[in-house]
């Protein structure tokens, strides 16, 4: 379940994402004899069809790597990569994503930063990065992230869910509610979202919604009737906090 992404998140979100990674502009300053002219930034590299197939083969190959589980070896080739395609953004998102699953937090967030400063309107950068911000507990950074990316893409689901998970922690119930209801409309057959909202109803005092919330999620995936299964949704993003607030509801709506 995840993860935007500036991810921070860390997608991961670049992200996620996100203090905002726009260009200021910088006033510019006539060189003195005190003052050291400022040197020009140097000529992207173009990377050669041979780098290029390469850094494509690289990336499949951490693909396949992250999907038996060994990050470890899909990061370093997701970095060799983006060292021989550094152009490719997409490709520094798998990288930064899968150091975000790694739980190599710092990392990712500097990877997912870095491709916003080539495009601060990287969507796919912005959610992963807020993410990365999310799951680390930064949560103001978090909610500036994945606010920029729902300001970009007002239906962009990740965004809207995580947004849910970071005001229910920093107990700002209206703006948790406002964006859990968009994230259940907008993924309505995700059992994560309906269990987002019920955390939300729940902490409004309203048993009686956040039981009728969480039942959705029971019917999409009966394994929510498992206090056993809630651990999962750490993956989600879910908090310890939220996990433990979870099972209460899950207890509540079995009575």
């Not at 996620?16 to 140097?42: H, K, Q, Y």
């Not at 994945?146 to 893409?153: G, P």
């Amino acid at each position: 379940m995840i993860k935007q992404i500036c991810f921070g998140l860390m997608l991961i979100g670049a992200g996620l994402s996100i203090g905002s990674c726009g260009n200021t502009p910088i006033a510019t300053i006539s060189p003195s004899p005190t003052i050291p002219a400022i040197a020009e930034s140097p000529a992207p590299i173009i990377p050669s069809s041979a780098d290029r197939k390469a850094a494509q083969t690289y990336r499949q190959s951490g693909l396949k790597l992250r999907q038996r589980g060994n990050y470890t070896e899909a990061i370093q080739s997701f970095e060799k990569a983006a060292k021989l395609d550094p152009s490719n953004l997409s490709g520094r998102i798998l990288w930064g994503w899968t150091l975000h699953l790694a739980e190599k937090e710092t990392e990712a967030t500097e990877v997912l930063q870095q491709v916003l400063i080539q495009d601060a309107n990287n969507i796919p950068a912005l959610n992963a990065l807020g993410i990365v911000y999310l799951v680390s507990g930064n949560l103001n950074d978090a909610v500036k992230t994945h606010q920029q990316a729902v300001n970009l893409n007002p239906k962009n689901e990740i965004a809207h869910y995580n947004l849910a998970l970071a005001y229910q922690r920093l107990k700002d119930y209206d703006s948790a509610l406002i964006h859990s209801q968009q994230a259940t409309q907008l993924e309505p057959n995700n059992p994560h979202t309906w269990v987002a909202i019920a955390l939300v109803y729940w902490d409004k005092g309203d048993k009686s919604q956040a039981k009728t919330m969480y039942q959705r999620a029971i019917n999409l995936d009966s394994r929510y009737r498992q206090s056993s299964f809630l651990s999962h949704l750490k993956l989600a993003g879910f908090s310890a906090d939220q996990i433990e607030l979870t099972n209460k509801i899950q207890k509540y709506t079995k009575t």
